[in-house]
């Protein structure tokens, strides 16, 4: 095992125990988690579709940020569109095409102000925001699907484009300070069919996608790598290296000598 010690072998060890150690900690568990997290969405998802609208005050506090367990929910509201506030989301992709969204305050009748997220528009000529209808006034009644606010990981401020201000990511608090309002967390995506509806956004394609396999594949390296290294390992021992060969051979010639 005097090889093991030769700086050669030392490194490929080394590189060996802790991709398998990666292998077996951190990238096959992420990828099991992502497994188990989109099992979550989709059976979320799924339950959503069939259930009964939750009014939104009984799903959500006023000051909650949307969780896991509430993401995707429908809830209903009553309320009225307010004619300030409005803000498009630029920079979106819709069933793989680019996109704009148009966020809106909505003023609820038991109190507090929800962002309703009114869907999506095709771009016009060079990309540029279309006109689009404006939301119906007085009084009226949504159904929505519940969101946690996104992050703008970039921290980009607001921009003014085609008349419009326009942000980065459906963020509820970023549109309350664009607004000058106080808003509640989260933002509220319009159901199919409800007033001040643009195009709906669909819901995303209920699959496990290949986080499993991504998993597996990453125990089998793990555990490849370290047969490798045993195999050669194992060769290293069975054939000894080139010095203790040389050795051998002058050990065989000297006695062949001494024979003769």
């Not at 038991?110 to 009114?118: F, H, Q, S």
């Not at 594949?217 to 194992?234: D, E, N, S």
Request: proline residues 8%.
């Amino acid at each position: 095992m005097k090889f093991l010690r030769h700086p050669g072998w030392i490194g490929a060890t080394l590189g060996v125990f802790v991709f398998a150690t990666l292998c077996f900690t951190l990238l096959a568990p992420w990828q099991f988690r992502r497994h188990e997290e989109k099992k979550l969405t989709n059976a979320t998802i799924e339950a959503s579709a069939h259930s009964t609208p939750t009014p939104i005050d009984r799903l959500l506090r006023p000051d909650q940020q949307p969780g896991p367990d509430q993401e995707w929910h429908q809830v209903s509201m009553r309320g009225r569109y307010l004619d300030k506030g409005e803000v498009v989301l630029r920079l979106r992709v819709v069933q793989g095409q680019p996109a704009y969204e148009v966020l809106t305050p909505f003023e609820l009748a038991g109190g507090g102000i929800a962002i309703v997220d009114r869907g999506y528009l095709t771009p016009g000529q060079n990309n540029s925001l279309p006109d689009y209808p404006a939301p119906p006034t007085g009084e009226v009644d949504l159904v929505a699907r519940t969101h946690s606010d996104q992050v703008d990981r970039d921290n980009r401020e607001p921009l003014r484009l085609d008349g419009r201000v326009q942000l980065y990511t459906a963020d509820s608090q970023q549109v309350a300070r664009v607004a000058g309002i106080q808003a509640r967390p989260g933002v509220f995506s319009l159901s199919p069919d409800q007033p001040g509806l643009l195009k709906a956004l669909p819901l995303p394609e209920v699959d496990l996608g290949p986080h499993l396999s991504y998993a597996l594949q990453w125990l089998a390296f793990g555990a490849m790598a370290i047969l490798a290294w045993g195999y050669y390992a194992w060769q290293e021992m069975s054939t000894g290296t080139p010095r203790e060969k040389v050795n051998v051979a002058r050990m065989l010639a000297q006695d062949e000598a001494a024979k003769h």
